[in-house]
């Protein structure tokens, strides 16, 4: 009941605010600034009362299942577009932020609501960390290639030079999350199965993701990997992103499948 009210107003919220927030650039004299910003926080509260609620019912933490884990996607990026918009007053990158947090959770319409059920197995501690972290950090990554989009398309150095700096933070604190999910999920195999490690193929790609990011964050002090090539880099991410989310669970039979 809690999931058909808040689902759609969360939908509801974004959706206006992506539109007062190109509005608001067509229009600079227009003072949309505060309802946008009240719009955004009003759908990241709807999705975290939302969150609490299926927390409280399902009795573990609500990322199982495509509608579950895109909810938590977006809510990253409407959350990390919420704080861009304080910080760095970058009302620019609100409709971008916004309309993808729109966009995941136009497709988790398309995912079964219902709860789920952990099988014992997967009711530990381990779960919340593994899960959470993972779709965290695709949210975070998802992110960043929107804000690499920006950093590409500015003219004036000292734009650039914050573009640079929300860039850092996603990928950087995407990462950070990324490994927590890799280790969490490390021991939980080891818990389960007797092993750190398996070679199936949703493991193999996430620690293929990870690599990729280390790369990514190796040479991004480099000289001449500052500016555009890093850019590009943050977009190729969000590629893997995608596959491994989706891609592996539409392709292939793999142990988290899309339900």
Known sequence: MTGAILHPLAIGCYGLATLLAVA??????????LPVRLLLAAGVIAQLVQLGARWQAENHFPVTGLFE???????????ITLYFDLRYRAQSFVPAGAGLSLAALACASFGPQKLFMLTPSLDTPLFFLHVSTSFAAYGLWSAAALVAIYDLRAADPDLGLKWRRMLDETLYLGYILFTWCLLAGSLWAYLAWGSYWTWKI????????????????????QPRWQGWPTDLLALAGFILVLFTYLGLGIFFKTSHPLQ
């Open 202 to 221: 949703k493991g193999l790609w996430s620690y293929l993701l990870w690599f990729y990011y280390s790369g990514v964050l190796h040479v991004r002090r």
């Open 24 to 33: 608001g650039l067509v229009r600079p004299t227009w003072s949309l600034q």
């Open 69 to 79: 884990t895109l909810h938590f996607l977006a809510l990253w990026v409407a959350g």
